[in-house]
């Protein structure tokens, strides 16, 4: 199993910046990928962005390419997104989640609680 634990959400203008961070513990090991998603409210789950554990590659959604950035820290087994130029329409609570080796599921297979983040106009 593989426990995760997001921070670092909360309120910001339209322009500014935030960065969340994500703990993970556990069986670290057996991770291949991770994910950011976030969920507005009365809207489906969507994704934002993944990175390779390993490799540190990276894809983002349409919605915050070139505006938000995902890194890891192999060392803290710690997850990040450095969100810039933030848009009312970001608005939502963020999840972080792990896709574990050799999984086949659509969706990753841990996901932490969330954080909220709210961009006033």
């Known amino acids: 199993q593989v426990q995760l634990v997001e921070s670092g959400g909360g309120l910001v203008q339209a322009g500014g910046s935030l960065k969340l961070s994500c703990a993970a513990s556990?069986?670290?090991?057996?991770?291949?990928?991770m994910d950011w998603f976030r969920q507005a409210p009365g809207k489906e789950r969507q994704f934002v962005a993944v990175?390779?554990?390993?490799?540190?590659?990276?894809y983002y959604g349409n919605s915050v390419k070139g505006r938000f950035t995902i890194a890891r820290d192999n060392a803290k087994n710690t997850l990040y997104l450095q969100m810039n130029g933030l848009k009312p329409e970001d608005t939502a609570v963020y999840y972080c989640?792990?896709?574990?080796?050799?999984?086949?599921?659509?969706?990753?297979?841990?996901w932490g609680q969330g954080t909220q983040v709210t961009v006033s106009s």
């Open positions: 990175i390779g554990w390993s490799d540190g590659s990276t």
């Open positions: 989640a792990a896709r574990r080796v050799g999984s086949s599921g659509v969706l990753p297979d841990y």
């Open positions: 556990g069986r670290t090991a057996s991770i291949s990928t």
